[in-house]
């Protein structure tokens, strides 16, 4: 004997469509983190981790000026 129940049936679908997006999201973050890790690695000498923050942090030794060049598009359609 089967008994089916078409709110039980509904539910379990949409449980299953839940832990997919879950999963999807878990190996999204297992990405992340691999690329963070990484980062992380590179920023061991003082040197890599100097040239990291001025790169996207914008920072600077003493005595030092930085001068921020934009590029404008020539092409204003």
């Known amino acids: ?10 539910i379990h679908r949409e449980l299953n469509q839940e832990i997919e997006k879950l999963e999807t999201q878990k190996k999204e973050l297992i990405n992340l983190i691999e690329k963070d890790q990484k980062n992380t690695d590179q920023l061991i000498s003082k040197d890599s981790l100097e040239r990291f923050a001025r790169e996207n942090y914008g920072h600077k030794k003493e005595n ?3 001068f921020y060049i934009e590029i404008e598009d020539s092409l204003n359609l």
């Open 1 to 10: 004997m089967i008994f089916l129940d078409t709110h039980s049936l509904k």
């Open 64 to 66: 030092e000026t930085i």
